[in-house]
T-cell receptor, first 112, second 110 residues
Framework: DVKVTQSSRYLVKRTGEKVFLECVQDMDHENMFWYRQDPGLGLRLIYFSYDVKMKEKGDIPEGYSVSREKKERFSLILESASTNQTSMYLC???????????FGDGTRLSIL | RKEVEQDPGPFNVPEGATVAFNCTYSNSASQSFFWYRQDCRKEPKLLMSVYSSGNEDGRFTAQLNRASQYISLLIRDSKLSDSATYLCVVTSGGYQKVTFGIGTKLQVIP
């Protein structure tokens, strides 16, 4: 079974804080993705990575950065959290470009 | 035009009914297609891949029409447990960019 673990199910932070969301996989997949999902807007890609130390911007990278120092771990960083970053954050992995993605449980992040 | 379009619904259908969803995509070079199911406040889960020849998994049938650039999902004999949002997913481009539709909400009623 594919296992994608996100560090927190629920998180509450304050405006201006630096926030780290972690995603760990046990499948040795090369492709990892970070999305946010908001009502009426669907899933939107923030960043993705095809290999260690590699990152590519998605559709909405502003206000975010990522880190992939090891194959199994892909971190999403909110440099200075703002209230409009309150959302459900989903990490996904993919074996290769023809395969489907598999998602973690998601992190519901609230920025106060 | 959006890259992937779905009718958000909701589709309210009685138990036992047959229901079909369509999803259109704009990039004719798209290569891989999938349907996901998402329950309220949960992560999306893969329902099935969509193959050119069409494919079936129990009560679920997926079809791809490349000429008209749409994929479809047919659910036969709807169950209450089928109530969820169904997302279509299309991959295309050099990095096989993944694009999600906004999802179609299905509510099966007793």
């Amino acid at each position: 079974d594919v296992k994608v673990t996100q560090s927190s199910r629920y998180l509450v932070k304050r405006t201006g804080e630096k926030v780290f969301l972690e995603c760990v996989q046990d499948m040795d997949h090369e492709n990892m993705f970070w999305y946010r999902q908001d009502p009426g807007l669907g899933l939107r890609l923030i960043y993705f990575s095809y290999d260690v130390k590699m990152k590519e911007k998605g559709d909405i990278p502003e206000g975010y950065s990522v880190s992939r120092e090891k194959k199994e771990r892909f971190s999403l960083i909110l440099e200075s959290a703002s209230t409009n970053q309150t959302s459900m954050y989903l990490c996904a992995i993919r074996y290769n470009h023809n395969q489907p993605q598999h998602f973690g449980d998601g992190t519901r992040l609230s920025i106060l | 035009r959006k890259e992937v379009e779905q009718d958000p619904g909701p589709f309210n259908v009685p138990e036992g009914a047959t229901v079909a969803f369509n999803c259109t995509y704009s990039n004719s070079a798209s290569q891989s297609f999938f349907w996901y199911r998402q329950d309220c406040r949960k992560e999306p889960k893969l329902l099935m891949s969509v193959y050119s020849s069409g494919n079936e998994d129990g009560r679920f049938t997926a079809q791809l029409n490349r000429a008209s650039q749409y994929i479809s999902l047919l659910i036969r004999d709807s169950k209450l447990s089928d109530s969820a949002t169904y997302l279509c997913v299309v991959t295309s481009g050099g990095y096989q960019k993944v694009t999600f539709g906004i999802g179609t909400k299905l509510q099966v009623i007793p």
